[in-house]
Protein backbone atom coordinates (compact mmCIF):
# COMPACT_ATOMS: atom_id res chain seq x y z
CA UNK A 1 0.00 0.00 0.00
CA UNK A 2 1.24 3.33 -0.88
CA UNK A 3 2.08 6.26 1.86
CA UNK A 4 3.22 9.45 2.02
CA UNK A 5 5.30 11.09 4.44
CA UNK A 6 3.95 14.13 6.24
CA UNK A 7 5.10 17.67 6.17
CA UNK A 8 7.09 18.82 9.36
CA UNK A 9 4.51 21.34 10.56
CA UNK A 10 6.34 24.75 9.90
CA UNK A 11 5.22 28.47 9.92
CA UNK A 12 2.88 27.34 12.96
CA UNK A 13 0.61 30.64 14.34
CA UNK A 14 2.61 32.43 17.43
CA UNK A 15 0.67 30.76 19.93
CA UNK A 16 0.50 27.41 18.61
CA UNK A 17 4.26 27.44 17.65
CA UNK A 18 5.09 28.25 21.94
CA UNK A 19 2.07 25.77 23.30
CA UNK A 20 3.74 23.07 20.76
CA UNK A 21 7.35 23.99 22.30
CA UNK A 22 5.89 24.18 25.91
CA UNK A 23 4.64 20.31 24.90
CA UNK A 24 7.67 19.21 24.19
CA UNK A 25 9.77 21.12 27.13
CA UNK A 26 7.16 20.04 29.57
CA UNK A 27 6.71 23.71 30.80
CA UNK A 28 3.52 25.03 32.08
CA UNK A 29 0.44 24.12 32.59
CA UNK A 30 1.74 19.90 30.83
CA UNK A 31 0.74 16.59 32.44
CA UNK A 32 2.90 14.02 30.49
CA UNK A 33 2.43 9.64 31.13
CA UNK A 34 5.01 7.40 30.02
CA UNK A 35 3.79 5.22 27.63
CA UNK A 36 5.28 1.23 28.73
CA UNK A 37 6.12 -0.91 25.67
CA UNK A 38 2.84 -2.52 26.16
CA UNK A 39 0.03 -2.76 23.77
CA UNK A 40 -2.33 -2.61 27.55
CA UNK A 41 -0.83 0.98 27.15
CA UNK A 42 -2.60 2.28 24.57
CA UNK A 43 -5.92 1.45 27.16
CA UNK A 44 -3.64 3.30 29.81
CA UNK A 45 -2.50 6.07 28.24
CA UNK A 46 -6.07 6.69 26.98
CA UNK A 47 -7.19 6.56 30.33
CA UNK A 48 -4.98 8.69 31.80
CA UNK A 49 -5.96 11.40 28.94
CA UNK A 50 -9.82 10.91 29.88
CA UNK A 51 -9.34 11.12 33.87
CA UNK A 52 -6.85 14.60 32.95
CA UNK A 53 -10.01 15.43 31.29
CA UNK A 54 -12.24 15.35 33.59
CA UNK A 55 -9.95 17.01 35.71
CA UNK A 56 -10.19 19.72 33.61
CA UNK A 57 -14.07 19.90 33.12
CA UNK A 58 -13.17 19.03 29.04
CA UNK A 59 -15.41 15.66 29.75
CA UNK A 60 -17.28 16.94 25.95
CA UNK A 61 -14.09 16.06 24.14
CA UNK A 62 -13.74 12.87 25.82
CA UNK A 63 -14.27 10.73 22.65
CA UNK A 64 -12.39 12.52 19.75
CA UNK A 65 -9.31 12.94 22.38
CA UNK A 66 -9.29 9.01 23.38
CA UNK A 67 -9.92 8.26 20.26
CA UNK A 68 -6.78 10.58 18.74
CA UNK A 69 -4.59 9.11 21.45
CA UNK A 70 -5.34 5.95 20.96
CA UNK A 71 -4.18 6.23 17.40
CA UNK A 72 -1.24 8.47 18.14
CA UNK A 73 0.24 6.11 21.04
CA UNK A 74 -0.25 2.79 18.55
CA UNK A 75 1.52 4.33 16.36
CA UNK A 76 4.43 5.44 17.96
CA UNK A 77 4.39 1.67 19.19
CA UNK A 78 4.33 0.13 16.13
CA UNK A 79 7.06 2.67 14.29
CA UNK A 80 8.88 4.16 16.83
CA UNK A 81 11.56 1.46 15.98
CA UNK A 82 11.19 -1.49 18.15
CA UNK A 83 9.27 -4.33 18.83
CA UNK A 84 6.45 -4.36 21.85
CA UNK A 85 6.56 -7.34 23.59
CA UNK A 86 6.28 -8.31 27.40
CA UNK A 87 9.74 -9.18 28.02
CA UNK A 88 10.76 -8.38 31.77
CA UNK A 89 12.58 -5.13 32.11
CA UNK A 90 10.17 -3.69 29.74
CA UNK A 91 9.28 -1.27 31.87
CA UNK A 92 12.86 0.62 31.90
CA UNK A 93 12.43 3.14 29.45
CA UNK A 94 16.01 4.23 27.69
CA UNK A 95 16.96 6.65 24.55
CA UNK A 96 19.52 7.10 22.26
CA UNK A 97 20.09 3.27 22.22
CA UNK A 98 20.03 3.11 18.31
CA UNK A 99 23.71 3.61 18.29
CA UNK A 100 24.58 1.60 21.11
CA UNK A 101 27.85 -1.06 20.60
CA UNK A 102 26.60 -3.46 22.76
CA UNK A 103 22.97 -3.42 21.64
CA UNK A 104 23.43 -3.35 17.36
CA UNK A 105 19.73 -4.25 17.42
CA UNK A 106 18.46 -1.45 19.44
CA UNK A 107 16.03 -3.83 21.16
CA UNK A 108 16.13 -2.18 24.04
CA UNK A 109 12.80 0.05 24.38
CA UNK A 110 13.14 3.56 24.03
CA UNK A 111 10.80 6.45 25.89
CA UNK A 112 7.33 7.14 24.53
CA UNK A 113 5.46 9.67 26.51
CA UNK A 114 2.07 11.14 25.91
CA UNK A 115 2.00 14.84 27.12
CA UNK A 116 -1.29 17.24 27.54
CA UNK A 117 -1.87 20.96 27.99
CA UNK A 118 -5.02 22.74 28.67
CA UNK A 119 -4.91 26.64 28.01
CA UNK A 120 -8.55 27.38 27.92
CA UNK A 121 -10.16 26.76 25.34
CA UNK A 122 -7.57 24.73 24.13
CA UNK A 123 -6.31 21.32 24.77
CA UNK A 124 -3.08 20.06 22.79
CA UNK A 125 -2.13 16.41 22.93
CA UNK A 126 1.52 15.03 22.31
CA UNK A 127 3.03 11.99 21.48
CA UNK A 128 6.86 11.78 22.05
CA UNK A 129 8.87 9.29 20.66
CA UNK A 130 13.11 8.23 19.42
CA UNK A 131 11.79 7.97 15.71
CA UNK A 132 12.90 11.14 13.77
CA UNK A 133 10.87 9.71 10.94
CA UNK A 134 7.54 11.90 9.10
CA UNK A 135 4.52 10.41 10.18
CA UNK A 136 2.89 8.31 6.86
CA UNK A 137 -0.39 8.46 5.81
CA UNK A 138 -1.78 5.44 3.74
CA UNK A 139 -3.96 5.78 1.43
CA UNK A 140 -7.24 5.19 2.40
CA UNK A 141 -8.37 1.39 2.51
CA UNK A 142 -11.67 0.87 3.70
CA UNK A 143 -11.61 -2.96 3.53
CA UNK A 144 -8.30 -3.06 5.74
CA UNK A 145 -8.13 -3.50 9.37
CA UNK A 146 -5.44 -0.99 9.87
CA UNK A 147 -3.85 2.33 8.32
CA UNK A 148 -6.63 4.97 8.92
CA UNK A 149 -4.94 6.56 12.16
CA UNK A 150 -3.38 9.79 10.77
CA UNK A 151 -6.50 10.29 8.74
CA UNK A 152 -9.11 9.78 12.09
CA UNK A 153 -6.56 12.10 14.00
CA UNK A 154 -6.99 14.49 11.07
CA UNK A 155 -10.93 14.20 11.28
CA UNK A 156 -11.50 14.67 15.11
CA UNK A 157 -8.98 17.31 15.84
CA UNK A 158 -8.58 20.88 14.93
CA UNK A 159 -5.01 20.66 13.56
CA UNK A 160 -2.64 18.57 13.97
CA UNK A 161 1.76 18.10 12.87
CA UNK A 162 4.51 17.02 13.82
CA UNK A 163 8.09 18.53 14.59
CA UNK A 164 11.69 17.25 15.08
CA UNK A 165 13.17 16.73 18.31
CA UNK A 166 16.90 16.45 18.91
CA UNK A 167 16.06 12.88 20.47
CA UNK A 168 12.91 11.95 18.30
CA UNK A 169 9.78 13.65 17.26
CA UNK A 170 6.34 14.57 18.34
CA UNK A 171 3.19 14.16 17.00
CA UNK A 172 0.79 16.54 18.54
CA UNK A 173 -3.26 17.36 17.95
CA UNK A 174 -4.89 20.27 19.16
CA UNK A 175 -8.57 20.50 20.56
CA UNK A 176 -10.82 22.71 21.09
CA UNK A 177 -14.06 22.82 24.21
CA UNK A 178 -17.54 24.30 23.12
Known amino acids: MHSTPVPE ?6 RLDAAVTALTELA ?6 VVRPDPESVTEARHFALSRLTDWDLA ?3 D ?4 VVSELVTNALRHSGRAVCGRPGDDV ?3 GVYDDPADPLGSAPSAIRLRLVHKKPWLLCGIMDASQSAPRRKEPDYIAETGRGLHLVE ?3 VRWGWRTLSHGKVVWALFRSP
Open 9 to 14: SCDLPE
Open 28 to 33: GPTVSF
Open 60 to 62: ELS
Open 64 to 67: DVGL
Open 93 to 95: HRE
Open 155 to 157: SFS
